[in-house]
């Protein structure tokens, strides 16, 4: 098994089945645009929520597609000839995590300067906050893997995979949010953005096991 070609593989098949790319990153505008109309003219206010409208629209964006990410392979086989496959499950698990973030997630990390002008956001607040997307949404795409993973035998599993994910999403979020507001305050945003990082490398190591002990389990 070609890790390498697997990977290329998952982002073609996300781009093409609209779970990354220019549809996330449609959805992603299109959410940050709906804040400024709920917040009004308070442009102070708008700043000093446009890091947790960010978070929050990231986080749905990424759980466009997550459906797919092992669905697909067991529609048509693929599945079971990677788990049949000489390569470790997990290592699989991390490769289509990988491919999931590339795809979905490092288009949204690239629209964000465009997020912020709709949320009246400062360069600085910008900057942190991009520096918490580079350090979190890894670990969001590695929890999204294991609600798909879990998922992947149901139909319209989607909500069931929202149920999952949302919930153990919530540290990074805070933690996310967190650091752009120490920043805001005049604070060192270091330690939250240490904390985030902490927390990615907490599901780097845990979230492949876990997917892979549920694909396991599929008859």
């Known amino acids: 098994m070609n890790l390498w070609?697997?990977?290329?593989?998952?982002?073609h098949l996300a781009w093409a089945a609209g779970g990354g790319g220019p549809v996330g990153v449609i959805f992603f505008l299109a959410v940050t645009a709906v804040a400024p109309f709920a917040v009004g003219p308070d442009l102070p206010l708008l700043a000093r929520l446009g890091p947790a409208l960010l978070w929050i629209a990231v986080l749905l964006a990424l759980l466009l597609g997550?459906?797919?990410?092992?669905q697909a392979d067991e529609e048509d086989g693929t599945l079971d000839q990677l788990r049949l496959s000489?390569?470790?499950?997990?290592?699989?698990?991390?490769?289509?995590?990988?491919?999931?973030?590339?795809?979905?997630?490092?288009?949204?990390?690239i629209a964000t300067p465009f997020a912020a002008i709709l949320l009246n956001m400062s360069p600085g607040a910008?900057?942190?906050t991009l520096a918490s997307f580079l350090i979190g949404t890894p670990g969001l795409a590695l929890i999204g893997a294991v609600g798909a993973a879990v998922a992947?035998?149901?139909?319209r599993a989607?909500?069931?995979?929202?149920?999952l994910v949302l919930p153990l999403s919530i540290p990074s979020v805070i933690f996310g949010v967190a650091a752009c507001e120490a920043f805001a305050a005049g604070r060192d945003p270091s330690p939250q953005l240490a904390m985030l990082g902490a927390i990615t490398l907490i599901f780097l190591v845990l979230a492949p096991i876990a997917a892979a002990a549920a694909l396991k389990e599929i008859d």
Do not use: N, Y
Request: avoid cysteine; hydrophobic fraction near 65%; charge should be positive.
């Open 5 to 11: 070609a697997l990977f290329r593989r998952d982002i």
């Open 66 to 70: 997550l459906e797919r990410l092992f």
């Open 86 to 109: 000489d390569v470790p499950l997990g290592l699989v698990v991390l490769t289509k995590a990988a491919a999931h973030w590339s795809a979905a997630a490092l288009p949204l990390i």
């Open 126 to 128: 910008l900057g942190v």
């Open 152 to 155: 992947v035998s149901l139909r």
């Open 158 to 163: 989607g909500v069931l995979i929202a149920i």
